[in-house]
């Protein structure tokens, strides 16, 4: 009985594990109501936020810069929001801009759109992987332009806004942009997600939160229950073997 017992639990790791390495094939209609989705939001924003001020210093020389009787203030650049559209990703965020003679900042808001695969190129420099993309802009932050708020040294023979940011915030932030479509393999908790539901999978309960949508997914899923039927029958077989074996011996 300790034998299938044991043998029944470990099938839920196991499986679990199975499950992780076959990233679109389980839809998770649940997911974005997961606080985790904003935990991982969170960081992505900080994180853009931190490489964003570096970038604009190491661009600028300066973490303000002035044009006409107006000061952008560097430091200020703040991303509130990420949201998935269709094939992009769109961020807004916040900036302040100082006219000469006051001390007020006038605070500004703008959008920014770029795909969430679909790069220019990806490449390497100064042992530093960066992923290089497209964007469109949507603000008003005349008198400067969208090039000051994102600097980069690419040269693109095009007149095109162009993007340059670090590889890894890139994969980041296309995990989030799966995951918010139901495909959170990549993304915070993922083994968790699989461990519950290979659980649930084991003992039959099929809550319906994550979903096989492929045939190799379906065929896991259908041998995984039977085998749960199968061990936890062997186990109260056995185990009510052990009771009437103990009855018997006894006077």
């Known amino acids: 009985g300790l034998t299938y017992g044991s043998i029944y639990l470990l099938l839920i790791p196991f499986f679990a594990f199975i499950y992780q390495i076959l990233p679109y094939h389980f839809y998770h209609s649940s997911i974005k109501y997961e606080s ?14 931190d490489w964003e001020v570096k970038n604009f210093k190491r661009h600028h020389g300066d973490f303000f810069i002035e044009r006409d009787t107006l000061r952008l203030n560097g430091t200020t650049f703040s991303p509130k929001n990420i949201v ?9 965020f916040q900036f302040e801009i100082m006219l000469e003679g006051f001390n007020n900042d006038i605070e500004r808001s703008a959008f920014i759109r770029f795909p969430i695969e679909t790069g220019i190129e990806s490449h ?3 042992g530093n992987d960066w992923a290089i993309k497209p964007y469109s802009f949507y603000g008003d932050i005349s008198p ?13 023979p095009e007149e095109r806004l162009i993007i340059k940011y670090p590889l890894k915030l890139d994969k980041r932030l296309q995990a989030f942009a799966y995951a918010t479509k139901g495909f959170p393999s990549n993304s915070s908790g993922s083994f968790g997600r699989m461990l519950y539901f290979s659980a649930s ?10 979903i096989p949508i492929s045939g190799i997914a379906r ?12 061990l936890i029958g062997l186990f109260l ?8 074996k103990g009855k018997e011996k006894s006077p």
């Open 201 to 210: 999978t084991l003992t039959t309960l099929g809550l319906g939160d994550i």
């Open 144 to 156: 400067f332009d969208p090039e000051f708020l994102f600097p980069n040294d690419y040269e693109y």
């Open 219 to 230: 065929l896991l899923v259908t041998i995984e229950s039977l085998l749960g039927l199968i």
């Open 124 to 126: 390497e420099v100064n």
């Open 36 to 49: 985790s989705i904003d935990n991982d939001s969170e960081r992505i924003l900080q994180e853009l936020r």
């Open 237 to 244: 077989n056995s185990l009510t073997f052990q009771m009437n």
């Open 84 to 92: 998935v559209i269709k094939d992009s990703i769109e961020i807004q």
